[in-house]
């Protein structure tokens, strides 16, 4: 398996200088959110790996970031993500070489990333804030 460790941490540090510093914080809060789905989740917990997640993430305009509060940016982020004119089948992975849907065992099925975005919004909807 190939992969390309550098691009990831150098367009990661870039996208987090473009963000207020916010993409970490913001990756961390989605693979909270993907905690509390837990066995809720249509595939299994072990079935949306971090990395996948943060991939997912990168793909988000560095705007969308910007909002201070939290609950803003995880809904912003969510909103952008269920538009119908983004997806998921064009993203790249981190690393900018890699696309991030796809059959490869280094790629998340199309299937998959939608599946959990509709999960993110059935949690996000159900919780209280």
Avoid at 18 to 30: P, S
Avoid at 74 to 84: A, G, K, T
């Amino acid at each position: 398996m190939v992969n390309f460790p550098k691009e990831h941490r150098w367009n990661g540090e870039d996208k987090s200088s473009c963000c207020n510093q916010n993409y970490k914080e913001t990756v961390r809060m989605y693979k909270h959110a993907r905690d509390h789905i837990g066995d809720k989740l249509l595939f299994g917990n072990g079935d949306v790996p971090s990395y996948f997640i943060e991939c997912l993430l990168y793909n988000v305009p560095y705007q969308r970031f910007r909002k201070f509060h939290l609950n803003e940016r995880f809904e912003s982020i969510l909103r952008y993500l269920e538009r119908d004119d983004v997806d998921v089948t064009e993203m790249e992975q981190q690393n900018e070489i890699v696309d991030l849907t796809g059959s490869k065992e280094t790629e998340w099925t199309a299937y998959e990333a939608n599946k959990f975005i509709e999960q993110l919004r059935e949690l996000w909807d159900g919780w209280p804030h």
